[in-house]
């Protein structure tokens, strides 16, 4: 139990995950959270579910609040920020997820040595099977960085990185997902051209994902000795294995992570150039 306040800025589908993370892992009770945005209609269901308070106030929202988390688009930090900025003081702290705004530039608009600590989550916050990183700002405290840390456990695994290692975390474990429902996708098609029906192919394109990655990440064996393991000489795996080579399937997804790593790096120049 954290037993602190928290304000969350806008409670879209990260911030609704952390939320629902945060009580679930009874960090703090319901009654302590504030969940701020610009239509109260909308909010109104998380009040109804989750029991927290709701306001279309920001300013407000933060006035209360011992941790005040970001969850709007980057475009909006900087308004959010010069909004609130007359009731922050430095006992609190900011933990932002807006993709690419970087601390520096935050602290530029808060001042008044209010710690902020930066976050890259990803969407499967949303199952509790997320992955963060997090990194501080220089007014964050060792007490904070646990507490950071906490907050993102609540919904998954959580790294701790140097703020210049961001991109790529945004272009390996950000933008990750959608390279691996891509994989999912295709493999379901391979299924249904080989006569499967979709549903069945489906469900076990899904489940070998999932019992991979499990297995991997359970049995701590490199993959590759794991993909050794179960391609047998001169059979099916082997030879799938080789159409894979032949089409370079690990340097398309090394170069993709690269491309995503340095379009994050493009827009964070350009949102952090004022
Ligand atoms: N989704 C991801 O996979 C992911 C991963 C890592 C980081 N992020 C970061 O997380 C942040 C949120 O992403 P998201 O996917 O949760 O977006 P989202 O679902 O669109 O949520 C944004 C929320 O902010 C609210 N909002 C808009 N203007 C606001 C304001 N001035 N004050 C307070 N609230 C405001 C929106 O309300 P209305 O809908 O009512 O306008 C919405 O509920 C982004 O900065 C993104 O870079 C997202």
Redesign the pocket.
């Known amino acids: 139990m954290l037993n602190k306040s928290i304000a969350v800025?806008?409670?879209?589908?990260?911030?609704?995950s952390l939320i629902r993370g945060i009580l679930s892992a009874q960090l703090t009770a319901p009654k302590r959270i504030v969940a701020?945005?610009?239509?109260l209609e909308?909010l109104a269901r998380l009040k109804t579910e989750y029991g927290i308070a709701v306001t279309d106030d920001?300013r407000d929202a933060a006035k209360q609040a011992d941790i005040i988390i970001?969850?709007?688009?980057?475009a909006?930090?900087r308004?959010?920020l010069e909004?609130m900025h007359d009731v922050l003081h430095k006992d609190q702290f900011i933990i932002s997820?807006?993709?690419?705004?970087t601390t520096a530039s935050m602290e530029k608009v808060v001042g008044k040595n209010v710690p902020i600590v930066r976050a890259?989550?990803?969407?499967a916050s949303t199952v509790g099977l997320g992955s963060t990183a997090v990194s501080f700002g220089k007014h964050v405290h060792e007490k904070q960085h646990d507490i950071a840390v906490k907050i993102f456990e609540a919904v998954g695994e959580v790294v701790v990185v140097g703020e210049h290692h961001l991109d790529a975390v945004?272009g390996l474990s950000?933008s990750g997902?959608a390279y691996i429902y891509m994989v999912i996708e295709a493999l379901i098609d391979g299924g249904v051209k080989m006569g499967l029906p979709r549903d069945i192919s489906t469900k076990l394109a899904i489940q070998t994902v999932l019992g991979s990655a499990k297995l991997v990440k359970e049995s701590n064996v490199h993959p590759a000795i794991l993909r050794d393991q179960v391609t047998t000489p001169g059979g099916t795996t082997i030879n799938a294995i080789h159409e894979l080579e032949s089409h370079g399937l690990r340097s398309m997804l090394i170069d993709a992570v690269a491309t995503a790593t340095n379009r994050s790096k493009e827009l964070s120049e350009l949102i952090n150039r004022h």
């Open positions: 800025i806008g409670a879209g589908n990260m911030g609704t701020s945005g610009p239509r909308k920001n970001l969850c709007v688009k980057a909006v930090i308004s959010v909004q997820i807006a993709a690419g705004v890259m989550p990803n969407i945004t950000g997902p």
